[in-house]
């Protein structure tokens, strides 16, 4: 931190003559936080009856399977909605696809489109080492609701249907269509979404909106930010595996030749490691994100990023200093992820493998990363081979009425974060429903802290229950007002 600060500020010297100017742009950029207290309350009520809720959700071990013929535990999991959440289901139409839940609760005036609220059900598995209760006892303890599943995502499906419940029993009436999706396979990329966004787009259904999981309401992921990210993403990156392969000749181990095939793809990866291959650029969202945060933020990094019209070109190559995830948002990733060889340690392999998985930049396709990474290789006698590839996703635009409702609704609901577009560095099932949507939101409005966001897909997996409870209520306020909205 302290290192990037003072290239920043060599930098910044070098530009004196616009000094001024930018300081004067810099002073003027401002804060969009409210400082109000939020417009709706929540009450120790609510949230014992919202970790109930999930608790029990958490309780069926809806673990992700490949090639599942039958699938029990989602049965039982779609029985105890439907008990949980009983106006809901009645007032829906069931669209159910291959067991992927998709409800339509019919809109007063459908002329006004419709609204997705999507959350998947099913969860990784949780074998690993180091969980204090069992993973699936759904236990409420220390004002948290642990388990797996407790955070993603059974805590957006449970704030999306305990919202849409308490809409209902509240005797509310949408104008919009209002569609609920869970996938029971997103954790596997099962195909469920997909099968879901083309019959939407069969049935001729326009969406003008989706939220999905994704970003959060986060603290300390910025440096030197005071207050939480609340994290929109509008993008992802792209995914791609490639398989690379050296030949040899093999042989015994006491007589190695040089070259071998170990070696070449050694070379071959710490080239690649010296992160020169892939172009850096401050691509949508970025722009956004650094415009959203920088009024929070202390001299030298407001006066940088205040004036990215400046700065950009210093910005974009000095980000990787500050974290690898700064690196990622600017730039395509490549990680080496599986390695064979021989299957002896005296035996030289004759042919030598390595997994890449590759993240493409917004502002590249996959077949120019593939291109780029096949090319490095020949120079090591080495093979590529495309096992899976897959584009960056659109960018969903902010200068529309969708995304300033949005904002407005976490400066509403989260009066003390800072609601920030943010760029995906993962994937989540919404970008299949770019076929029938142009803005898509991931973003969970319920509070995580860095530990509880590291122990998703890991041990001990927990949410604060007054975080849920928040994000239910955000949930209604933001599906209560967006009748109102246009
Ligand atoms: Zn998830």
């Given at each position: 931190?302290?290192?990037?600060s ?7 010297g ?17 804060k ?8 709706i ?13 999930l ?13 599942e ?17 009983p ?52 236990i ?13 995502c059974?805590?957006t ?14 005797g ?33 259904v ?20 005071p ?73 030298p ?10 700065f ?17 948002f ?31 930049a ?21 093979e ?38 943010y ?42 229950i007054?975080a ?19």
């Amino acid at each position: 931190m302290k290192k990037s600060s003072g290239i920043l500020l060599t930098a910044l010297g070098a530009a004196l003559p616009l000094g001024t100017a930018c300081a004067v742009r810099a002073a003027a950029i401002k804060k969009t936080l409210s400082g109000e207290p939020p417009a709706i309350r929540w009450t120790p009520a609510d949230e014992a009856a919202c970790a109930e809720r999930l608790s029990k959700m958490v309780q069926i071990p809806t673990v992700s399977k490949k090639q599942e013929e039958d699938y029990p535990e989602f049965r039982r999991f779609q029985a105890l909605l439907k008990e949980l959440f009983p106006k809901t289901f009645a007032a829906a139409e069931d669209h159910e696809v291959d067991g992927n839940i998709l409800l339509r609760i019919p809109g007063t005036d459908p002329q006004r489109g419709a609204l997705l609220l999507m959350g998947h059900q099913d969860v990784v598995p949780a074998d690993q080492e180091g969980w204090t209760d069992d993973p699936f006892s759904g236990i409420i303890r220390d004002g948290k609701v642990w388990g797996r599943g407790a955070m993603d995502c059974k805590s957006t499906l449970c704030c999306v249907f305990s919202a849409v419940e308490a809409l209902l029993e509240e005797g509310f009436t949408f104008k919009e269509d209002l569609w609920i999706f869970s996938a029971r396979n997103e954790e596997n990329s099962g195909g469920g979404s997909d099968a879901a966004a083309d019959w939407l787009k069969e049935q001729g259904v326009r969406l003008n909106v989706v939220i999905d999981e994704g970003g959060a309401v986060i603290g300390g992921v910025i440096p030197g930010l005071p207050a939480p990210c609340a994290a929109v993403g509008l993008v992802e990156k792209g995914f791609v595996n490639l398989k690379f392969t050296a030949k040899g000749s093999g042989g015994h181990a006491s007589t190695p030749p040089k070259n071998s095939p170990i070696a070449r793809l050694s070379k071959f990866v710490t080239e690649v490691e010296k992160r020169k291959l892939f172009s850096k650029e401050l691509a949508a969202p970025l722009p956004q994100m650094f415009a959203a945060v920088a009024p929070y933020l202390s001299y030298p990094l407001r006066f940088v990023l205040g004036n990215l019209w400046l700065f950009g070109g210093l910005t974009k190559n000095a980000l990787g200093l500050f974290s690898d995830m700064a690196t990622a948002f600017v730039s395509t990733t490549a990680a080496f992820t599986m390695a064979s060889g021989s299957s002896a340690p005296n035996v030289l392999p004759d042919s030598a493998e390595m997994i890449c998985n590759i993240r493409p930049a917004v502002h590249q396709t996959a077949a120019e990363c593939i291109a780029i990474l096949e090319k490095t290789a020949k120079k090591y006698d080495i093979e590529t081979e495309v096992l899976f590839s897959r584009d960056p996703s659109k960018t969903t635009p902010t200068d529309t009425d969708e995304f300033r409702y949005l904002t407005q609704c976490i400066s509403a609901c989260l009066p003390d974060t800072v609601p920030t577009p943010y760029l995906m560095t993962g994937g989540t099932d919404s970008r299949r429903f770019e076929v029938v949507c142009d803005n898509i939101f991931r973003f969970t409005p319920t509070r995580l802290t860095p530990e509880q966001l590291a122990a998703m897909h890991a041990a001990n997996e927990n949410i604060d229950i007054a975080a849920v409870a928040e994000g239910v209520e955000f949930f209604k306020y933001y599906l209560k007002g967006y009748n109102k909205k246009v």
